[in-house]
C-alpha cells in the first residue's frame, strides 16, 4: 500500500469527509436550519461524489449523487430537512462509507430501500442528456468562426483552434480582416480576426464542434454542410457520400449553451462570511499537518525505543571509562536521544476529540431506537493520547455509552415522573492528571441496581449468597466474565461484548477502570490510561541478581527498611510509613532469590489508586527510560509483569505491573489478618 | 524545458493523482490546496497552465480565477478548471471570470492530458 497511491488518498480522505458530514448531520439534527451546515453537507457530498468517480468508485459516486441532489435541492429551499431525513441521511452515509471502504459488502436491497427513503423526502427531476450520434462519411464543412474578443485574454489561442480544425482534414483556412481597427486604436491582447474555414472531412459534426469545446458558449460559430456543387465549383472532383440529412437542418447558430442550464440560485458564488471564516480556520488548521501514514509512526518510535536502549548502553560504557570527553559526549546523547524520544511521542498523539465525535452517532441512534432522549456533552476533547490508546478505546467506550442508554437513562415518562428532566443527560470527559490520563462517562439515569447485581451474581455463583459485600467490590462483579443483568439480551448491549471485555481491554492498555453509582442519580465510569504505551520512565531496581522496572509514575517514596523487619519470612508484613500502615512485599520471596541478601533493603512505596504497598529490593539502581516490550503470548497470562524491557549490557529485565502487586499485596494482607 | 503547470485543489487525492498524470506526460507540475496558496504559487514560477478546482475553502476557483486574470501578468494564461456534470451554471460563471476551458469530473487521466495540449497547444 503505497500512500502516493491517489486511491489510498481518497479513501482516507473520503473517510474524513464522512465523519465530517456525520458531525454535520448531527449538528443539523438541532439546527436544522442552519444554511451553513447544509451548505457543508453538500459540499461533503460533492467532494465525495466527483472524486469518488474519479478514482473507480463508481458505485459509491452514483449513490451519493442521489443524496447530494437532495441536499441540492434544501439548500436551494426547495425542500425542507426534516429529522427523518437526517435520519435516512446518516445511514446513506453509512452506506457510502461502506461503498468505498467495502463494496463487496454493500447491499443492494438497502440502497433501494435507501433511495427509496430520499426519494419520499423528495422528488428530483434528473434528465439524462442523450449525446446524438452521426453517421460518419467524408463531407465538405464550412465552418465560419469569430472570437469574442477577450478570448486571448482569457487564455484560448485562436491559431490553436485553427490548428486543431485543419489537423481533422484537408482545409482552406481564410482569415477575415475587416474588423481590424487602425493600428493606434488597437489593444494588442484583443482578438479582433475571424476565420472562415472550408475543411473535408470524414469525422462527424461533433467532433468539429469539439475543438470548440471550451468557447463555443461565447463565440460565433457556424458550422454548414457545403452544398455538393459548390465543392464540384471549388474543384474538387472526389466522389461524395451522398448528403442524407437536409442541409437546413444542420445550420444553426452556437451562440447557446449546449447544456441550457437552469437558471439557479447563485449559493456558490458568495458563502456568508461566517461560512468563510470557518473554512478559513479548518484550513489553517490543516495547513500546518501532513498526512503520515500510521505504521511510519510506529516504525519511528520502534527506532527511538533502540536508540534509547543504545544510549543506555553509551551512558553504562561511559560511565565506567575515565575519559571526560567520552563521557560528555555521553551526557550529551543522552540529552538528545531524550528529546527525541519525547517529540516523538508528541508526534503520536492525537485528540480524542475525534474519538468522542463518534458517539454523537451512536447516542443519537441507539436514542432514537430506544424511544428515549439523551443529550451527550463532551469535554476535554482536546485532550491528547497515544494514537494506539486511542484506537483501541473506541469500543470499550462505545459499549459503555451504550450501557449508559440502554440500562441508564429511563423512559422521558419515567424521568419525569421522578422529577428529573425528560431528555437524559450523558457526559464524556477527559483530562490529563499526571501521567495518566481519566475519561469518565456519567449518566444521571437511575444508576446501579444493587439488588439486581447482587441477586445474579448470586444466581451466577459469582459471590456467596451470605458475604457482606461494599458498593466497590460488588460493582467490581460487573466486571466478572459472565455476568450480565439483563434477563433478555437487547440487541443493544448484549452484542457478546461484556463488561469482562472492556475491563480486559483497558487492563491491556495499562488502565484501570471504575466504577461508582447513585441510586435515581446516575453512574459514573472513569477509565485511567497512561499516557504512551512506547517508552515510560522507570525505576531500575534490582532484586537478588535479576534487575526490575517500576514505572516511575507508580511511585510514592523509597525507603530502607528497618533492621528489625529483616528477618521475616512471610510474604507480606506492614510497614509504619508517617503513622500509616502499609503492607509490603518481599520481592526477594516472590521471585524466589537465591543470592544472599544486601545488607540493606530498601523499601519502594508504590500506589495504585487509593491503595498503597511497598515493594522490598535489594537495591535501588536508578532512573531507567524504559522502552516497554510486550511479553510474548505465552506470558501474557503472567500478572506480576506488565513487559519486559532490554537493559543497557544487552540484559532484559522485567516490568513489574503496579496494580496487580498492590492488589495482591491486600489479599496477602487479608490473608494473614484471617489466619492472625 | 517542459512547461510547469499549477495544479490548485483542496483533495490531496485529486491532486496527487492530476501531478502523477501530468509528470508522466512530461510536464512540471507545481501544487496548491486552495486559491490563496495558488496566488503564492503562481508568483513563485513561471507557469505555462493553470488547473484549478472551483469549490474550495479560503478561496474558491472562481475568485481565484478573477485574482489572476486582474494581473497582466496573467494575461493570456491558459486557465483550465475542474467541473462537474451537474455544475452547468458555474461552468458559464467561470468562464465569465476568465477561464479558458475546463475538464468534466470524473475524467480519465489521458482526458486531463489532451486538455493540457490542447491549450498549450501541442
Known amino acids: 500500500m503505497s500512500p502516493t497511491n491517489p486511491i489510498e488518498i481518497f479513501k482516507q480522505e473520503a473517510q474524513e469527509l464522512l465523519a465530517q458530514l456525520e458531525a454535520t448531520l448531527l449538528d443539523l439534527d438541532c439546527t436544522p436550519d442552519d444554511p451553513d451546515l447544509i451548505d457543508a453537507a453538500f459540499r461533503a457530498l460533492h467532494t465525495i461524489k466527483g472524486s469518488g468517480a474519479m478514482f473507480g468508485f463508481e458505485a459509491a459516486a452514483a449513490f451519493t449523487h442521489h443524496v447530494e441532489t437532495v441536499f441540492d435541492q434544501i439548500r436551494q429551499g426547495k425542500a425542507r430537512l426534516t429529522r427523518d431525513l437526517i435520519a435516512v441521511a446518516l445511514r446513506a452515509r453509512d452506506h457510502m462509507r461502506l461503498l468505498i471502504e467495502r463494496p463487496e459488502k454493500a447491499d443492494p436491497a438497502a440502497e433501494e430501500a435507501l433511495l427509496a427513503a430520499l426519494h419520499d423526502s423528495l422528488s428530483p427531476g434528473e434528465a439524462v442528456p442523450v449525446v446524438p450520434c452521426e453517421a460518419a462519411g467524408e463531407r465538405v464543412w464550412r465552418v465560419s468562426m469569430r472570437l469574442p474578443r477577450d478570448a486571448m485574454i482569457n487564455g484560448t489561442n485562436p491559431l490553436l483552434l485553427v490548428d486543431e480544425l485543419r489537423s481533422l482534414g484537408e482545409s482552406i483556412v481564410t482569415p477575415v480582416t475587416d474588423t481590424i481597427p487602425r493600428l493606434q486604436e488597437i489593444d494588442p491582447s484583443a482578438c479582433y480576426m475571424a476565420w472562415e474555414i472550408t475543411l473535408k472531412t470524414s469525422k462527424p459534426r461533433s467532433e468539429i464542434e469539439d475543438v470548440f469545446i471550451f468557447v463555443r458558449d461565447e463565440m460565433e460559430l457556424e458550422i454548414a454542410l457545403a452544398e455538393t456543387s459548390c465543392e464540384d465549383a471549388q474543384g474538387k472532383p472526389d466522389a461524395q457520400e451522398p448528403t442524407p440529412s437536409g442541409p437546413a437542418e444542420e445550420t444553426l447558430s452556437e451562440r447557446e449553451p449546449p447544456e441550457a442550464p437552469a437558471p439557479q440560485g447563485e449559493a456558490d458564488a458568495h458563502a456568508t462570511p461566517a461560512e468563510q471564516q470557518r473554512v478559513r480556520r479548518e484550513t489553517t488548521k490543516n495547513h500546518a499537518s501532513i498526512r503520515v501514514p500510521a505504521d511510519r509512526l510506529d516504525e519511528l518510535m520502534d527506532r527511538v525505543g533502540e536508540l534509547v536502549i543504545t544510549q543506555s548502553r553509551l551512558k ?3 560511565a565506567s571509562s575515565s575519559d571526560q570527553q567520552v563521557r560528555a559526549v555521553a551526557e550529551e546523547i543522552e540529552r538528545l536521544a531524550l528529546e527525541l524520544r519525547d517529540t516523538t511521542m508528541g508526534i ?14 451512536v447516542v443519537h441512534d441507539l436514542s432514537r431506537d430506544l424511544g428515549k432522549e439523551v443529550e451527550l456533552i463532551m469535554e476535554g476533547e482536546e485532550t491528547e493520547l497515544d494514537k ?15 450501557n449508559s442508554i440502554d440500562h441508564g437513562i429511563e423512559k422521558p415518562a419515567d424521568r419525569i415522573a421522578s422529577g428529573k428532566a425528560p431528555a437524559g443527560q450523558i457526559t464524556l470527559s477527559a483530562r490529563h492528571a499526571g501521567t495518566e490520563v481519566h475519561i469518565t462517562i456519567i449518566d444521571d439515569g437511575r444508576g446501579l441496581n444493587r439488588d439486581r447485581i447482587r441477586a445474579r451474581a448470586i444466581e451466577r455463583g459469582l459471590i456467596s449468597a451470605d458475604g457482606a459485600l461494599s458498593d466497590a467490590e460488588l460493582f467490581q462483579v460487573v466486571f466478572l466474565p459472565g455476568f450480565s443483568t439483563v434477563s433478555e439480551v437487547t ?5 457478546g461484548v461484556g463488561m469482562d471485555v472492556v475491563k480486559r481491554t483497558i487492563e491491556a492498555l495499562r488502565g484501570r477502570i471504575e466504577l461508582s453509582s447513585m441510586p435515581n442519580r446516575g453512574a459514573k465510569v472513569t477509565l485511567r490510561l497512561p499516557l504512551t504505551l512506547a517508552i515510560i520512565d522507570g525505576l531500575l531496581v534490582r532484586v537478588g541478581d535479576a534487575r526490575y522496572v517500576l514505572p516511575l509514575a507508580a511511585i510514592e517514596e523509597c525507603v530502607e527498611l528497618p533492621a528489625d523487619d529483616k528477618g521475616g519470612s512471610r510474604g507480606c508484613s506492614f510497614l509504619n510509613i508517617r503513622g500509616e500502615l502499609v503492607p509490603f512485599l518481599r520481592l526477594r520471596e516472590l521471585f524466589a532469590a537465591k543470592t544472599p541478601p544486601d545488607r540493606y533493603q530498601k523499601v519502594v512505596v508504590v500506589a495504585a489508586g487509593d491503595l498503597k504497598a511497598g515493594l522490598v529490593v535489594d537495591q535501588v539502581i536508578g532512573n531507567h527510560q524504559t522502552v516497554i516490550k510486550s511479553l510474548s503470548k505465552l506470558h501474557a497470562g503472567i500478572e506480576m509483569f506488565s513487559g519486559a524491557t532490554i537493559l543497557g549490557d544487552g540484559a532484559v529485565a522485567l516490568i513489574l505491573d503496579i496494580p496487580h502487586l498492590v492488589q495482591f499485596g491486600q489479599i496477602a494482607e487479608e490473608q494473614l489478618r484471617a489466619a492472625a | 524545458m517542459p512547461k510547469t503547470i499549477l495544479a490548485v485543489d483542496d483533495s490531496a487525492s485529486m491532486r496527487q493523482m492530476i501531478k502523477l498524470t501530468l509528470r508522466n506526460a512530461g510536464y512540471d507540475v507545481i501544487e496548491a490546496a486552495d486559491g490563496q496558496e495558488g496566488l503564492s504559487q503562481a508568483r513563485r514560477a513561471k507557469i505555462h497552465m493553470i488547473l484549478t478546482d472551483l469549490n474550495m475553502p479560503v478561496m474558491d476557483g472562481m475568485v481565484f480565477i478573477r485574482e489572476l486574470r486582474k494581473s497582466p501578468a496573467y494575461t493570456g494564461i491558459p486557465i483550465v478548471f475542474v467541473t462537474t456534470e451537474s455544475d452547468a451554471e458555474k461552468k458559464s460563471q467561470a468562464k465569465a471570470a476568465g ?7 470524473p475524467f480519465q487521466p489521458e482526458q486531463l492530458v489532451a486538455v493540457a495540449k490542447k491549450v498549450l497547444g501541442e
Open chain 1, 348 to 361: 503520536r498523539m492525537v485528540p480524542i476529540g475525534s474519538l468522542f465525535g463518534r458517539f454523537r452517532r
Open chain 1, 316 to 318: 553504562q560504557i561511559a
Open chain 1, 388 to 402: 494506539t490508546v486511542v484506537e483501541q478505546l473506541n469500543d470499550p467506550l462505545v459499549h459503555l455509552i451504550r
Open chain 2, 99 to 105: 477561464a479558458t476551458a475546463w475538464i468534466t469530473k
Open chain 1, 491 to 495: 440487541n443493544l448491549s448484549g452484542r
